[in-house]
């Protein structure tokens, strides 16, 4: 049985599934702007069950980084088909970027499958809309009442892997929630992943079966604390709160990496067992044991 | 792979066509099938191997050394590789271009990448009239790369131009954009008369107040955010652009009227 600073490593792994991913960078007037186009255009974006795709911020850009120079974020967006990414996109360029005051919106993907966004919005500018074709790059110039919107033609898709995830099983709320966090604010500054639930952090993990006919997931009963006696429980003695970290990435290295460092910051006092959310290894493409990633440690 | 150099034998007045110094033609030639290369002497066709001293073979890296204001269309369509010309050169260089790098340390002569489809030109000095411009009875110029030039240049810059992106470093005679169709022209020093005229659709970016046509019309003030990426990508080659440039706002004046006008002429007009 593996152990770190006396937490207990279940011998289990996270399914995670095939996604498509995109990068986008937002620049702004300042850091402010740019945050707020990114976090509005990653909201309601934390499972494609019902939000149509999984999204996050991914990090801060210095503006000597960026495309025109000034402050940017990073976003990553993933949905199950490119397709969906192609309208999910649309709608949140258009809808959360395009109408944030002094915004910019640029790729930052490299990959040959491209899904058309700018190519698709600059239809908003009436007929006034400019192209301007830059070492290859097509901008388009869709003029609005601040002055003028400027974003890229098409959008880099990437095969990606989304589901990756962990569950931290806590004595009390309070510890449970520490660790969680400090494992969030350890993922966030490996390169290529998001934790798209709020925080990062899910306290509503679900099983994928309801007694209900009409629903399709439901309450994960086996780690809710309360109905421990009621249903077939997979909670130790001594647990209380359980919290789940579900991390989406570019490709498999990220999402591992994360995993790593994430359980490694949540191996904190008062942390019982860190565990993940499978279907036994008969839905997802991957399987991401928890010990595995460690092995190292 | 080494480069192939090229040296001039000896200065001539008459005009030289060289359209087979051309990196994708070098690239699996040899040293003598280089020198048998035709060009025309005149109305004569001379071996390339009597006008000029070659060294090296097999390469799509060119080096032509000499004063070569009379030899004309070296470059000319080439689709990839590099040229590097050490002296001036003449009329056409990297016209038709598709792809590929020419580099000129000295001045370049008229028809500059007239036409060209995609690449880069860079040259040091100044370069002569209609760069990047179409020929006569063509509908359109330049489609696509960039040109550089970090001296002056003469009349008709970027006429009929179609895409692509045009830097002048120094001054800029009249017609600039005359009749252009898209595409980008900055000119960072003085620009001259009748900027803009006929232009349908494309950018004309001027840092000095230039007098512009009756037929555009001033906008609005603002700071566009293209051409912060279209400025920084021009430092990308090494040329020093002032960052109140970069960040300022520009005048924004609509044209040419007399045409689509949905053209536009940028004049840079403070730090913001």
Same mark, same amino acid.
């Given at each position: #049985?593996?152990?770190?600073?006396?937490?207990?490593?279940?011998?289990?792994?996270?399914?995670?599934?095939?996604? =498509?991913?995109?990068?986008?960078?937002?620049?702004?007037?300042?850091?402010? =702007?740019?945050?707020?186009?990114?976090?509005?255009?990653?909201?309601?974006?934390?499972?494609? !069950?019902?939000?149509?795709?999984?999204?996050?911020?991914?990090?801060?850009?210095?503006?000597?980084?960026?495309?025109?120079?000034?402050?940017?974020?990073?976003?990553?967006?993933?949905?199950?088909?490119?397709?969906?990414?192609?309208?999910?996109?649309?709608?949140?360029?258009?809808?959360?970027?395009?109408?944030?005051?002094?915004?910019?919106?640029?790729?930052?993907?490299?990959?040959? &499958?491209?899904?058309?966004?700018?190519?698709?919005?600059?239809?908003?500018?009436?007929?006034?809309? %400019?192209?301007?074709?830059?070492?290859?790059?097509? $901008? =388009?110039?869709?003029?609005?009442?601040?002055?003028?919107?400027?974003? &890229?033609?098409?959008?880099? *898709?990437?095969?990606?892997?989304?589901?990756?995830?962990?569950?931290?099983?806590?004595?009390?709320?309070?510890?449970?929630?520490?660790?969680?966090?400090?494992?969030?604010? +350890?993922?966030?500054?490996?390169?290529?992943?998001?934790?798209?639930?709020?925080g990062g952090i899910v306290r509503s993990g679900s099983k994928t079966t309801s007694k209900y006919k009409f629903l399709r997931a439901s309450t994960n009963t086996a780690y809710c604390p309360t109905i421990r006696r009621q249903t077939e429980s997979a909670l130790p003695e001594g647990v209380n709160s359980v919290l789940e970290i579900v991390i989406d990435g570019l490709d498999e290295g990220a999402v591992r990496e994360a995993t790593r460092v994430g359980i490694l910051a949540a191996c904190i006092p008062g942390i019982v067992r860190i565990s993940a959310?499978?279907?036994?290894?008969?839905?997802?493409?991957?399987?991401?044991?928890?010990?595995?990633?460690?092995?190292?440690? | 792979?080494?480069?192939?150099?090229?040296?001039? @034998?000896?200065?001539?007045?008459?005009?030289?066509?060289?359209?087979?110094?051309?990196?994708?033609?070098? +690239?699996?030639?040899?040293?003598?099938?280089?020198?048998?290369?035709?060009?025309?002497?005149?109305?004569?066709?001379?071996?390339?191997?009597?006008?000029?001293?070659?060294?090296?073979?097999?390469?799509?890296?060119?080096?032509? !050394?000499?004063?070569?204001?009379?030899?004309?269309?070296?470059?000319?369509?080439?689709?990839?590789? @590099?040229?590097? !010309?050490?002296?001036?050169?003449?009329?056409? $260089?990297?016209?038709?271009?598709?792809?590929?790098?020419?580099?000129?340390?000295?001045?370049?002569?008229? =028809?500059?990448?007239?036409?060209? @489809?995609?690449?880069?030109?860079?040259?040091?000095?100044?370069?002569?009239?209609?760069?990047?411009?179409?020929?006569?009875?063509?509908?359109?110029?330049?489609?696509?790369?960039?040109? %550089?030039?970090?001296?002056?240049?003469?009349?008709?810059?970027?006429?009929?131009?179609?895409?692509?992106?045009?830097?002048?470093?120094?001054?800029?005679?009249?017609?600039?954009?005359?009749?252009?169709?898209?595409?980008?022209?900055?000119?960072?020093?003085? %620009?001259?008369?009748?900027?803009?005229?006929? #232009?349908?659709?494309?950018?004309?970016?001027?840092?000095?107040?230039?007098?512009?046509?009756?037929?555009?019309?001033?906008?609005?003030?603002?700071?566009?955010?293209?051409?912060? *990426?279209?400025?920084?990508?021009?430092?990308?080659?090494? $040329?020093?652009?002032?960052?109140?440039?970069?960040?300022?706002?520009?005048? @924004?004046?609509?044209?040419?009227?007399?045409?689509?006008?949905?053209?536009? !002429?940028? %004049?840079?007009?403070?730090?913001?």
């Amino acid at each position: #049985m593996m152990h770190i600073n006396g937490v207990e490593i279940e011998d289990t792994f996270a399914e995670a599934f095939k996604m =498509w991913g995109a990068r986008l960078i937002i620049t702004a007037v300042n850091q402010h =702007w740019a945050l707020t186009a990114a976090q509005v255009a990653t909201g309601f974006a934390t499972s494609v !069950i019902a939000c149509g795709c999984e999204a996050g911020i991914e990090a801060v850009i210095p503006a000597d980084e960026t495309p025109d120079g000034r402050p940017g974020v990073s976003i990553l967006v993933f949905t199950m088909g490119r397709k969906g990414m192609e309208d999910q996109l649309i709608r949140r360029v258009g809808q959360c970027i395009m109408t944030c005051p002094t915004t910019t919106c640029f790729n930052a993907l490299e990959s040959e &499958e491209r899904v058309t966004i700018g190519g698709k919005l600059r239809y908003f500018g009436d007929g006034f809309q %400019i192209s301007k074709l830059l070492e290859g790059r097509r $901008l =388009w110039r869709i003029p609005v009442m601040e002055g003028e919107f400027l974003v &890229e033609e098409s959008f880099s *898709v990437k095969k990606a892997i989304g589901g990756g995830n962990f569950l931290i099983l806590g004595q009390s709320p309070e510890v449970t929630l520490e660790a969680a966090e400090r494992a969030v604010e +350890a993922m966030e500054k490996v390169k290529g992943v998001v934790m798209p639930f709020p925080g990062g952090i899910v306290r509503s993990g679900s099983k994928t079966t309801s007694k209900y006919k009409f629903l399709r997931a439901s309450t994960n009963t086996a780690y809710c604390p309360t109905i421990r006696r009621q249903t077939e429980s997979a909670l130790p003695e001594g647990v209380n709160s359980v919290l789940e970290i579900v991390i989406d990435g570019l490709d498999e290295g990220a999402v591992r990496e994360a995993t790593r460092v994430g359980i490694l910051a949540a191996c904190i006092p008062g942390i019982v067992r860190i565990s993940a959310g499978n279907y036994g290894g008969m839905l997802g493409q991957y399987q991401i044991y928890l010990q595995e990633v460690l092995a190292d440690v | 792979m080494s480069e192939v150099t090229l040296v001039l @034998r000896e200065k001539s007045n008459i005009p030289i066509e060289a359209d087979a110094i051309r990196p994708d033609i070098f +690239a699996d030639k040899s040293y003598q099938e280089i020198e048998a290369l035709p060009l025309y002497h005149g109305n004569k066709e001379r071996k390339l191997g009597e006008i000029f001293e070659v060294r090296g073979e097999r390469s799509d890296r060119i080096r032509v !050394i000499g004063d070569l204001s009379h030899i004309k269309k070296i470059g000319y369509g080439m689709k990839g590789g @590099r040229i590097v !010309i050490e002296g001036n050169v003449g009329m056409h $260089l990297g016209a038709t271009m598709e792809g590929g790098e020419i580099v000129v340390d000295g001045n370049a002569s008229d =028809w500059l990448g007239a036409e060209m @489809r995609g690449g880069l030109i860079r040259v040091k000095g100044d370069a002569g009239n209609l760069i990047g411009a179409a020929y006569r009875g063509s509908k359109r110029g330049m489609n696509r790369g960039t040109i %550089i030039v970090e001296g002056n240049a003469g009349d008709g810059v970027g006429e009929l131009m179609r895409r692509g992106l045009i830097v002048i470093v120094g001054d800029a005679r009249d017609f600039v954009g005359v009749r252009m169709i898209a595409g980008s022209i900055i000119v960072f020093g003085k %620009i001259g008369e009748r900027s803009g005229a006929g #232009m349908k659709r494309g950018t004309i970016v001027t840092f000095q107040e230039p007098r512009l046509l009756p037929t555009f019309r001033y906008d609005c003030t603002y700071s566009p955010a293209f051409l912060r *990426v279209y400025l920084r990508a021009i430092r990308g080659y090494g $040329l020093e652009i002032r960052e109140d440039y970069i960040t300022g706002s520009y005048k @924004r004046y609509n044209g040419d009227i007399s045409e689509l006008g949905k053209g536009e !002429i940028l %004049i840079y007009e403070r730090k913001t």
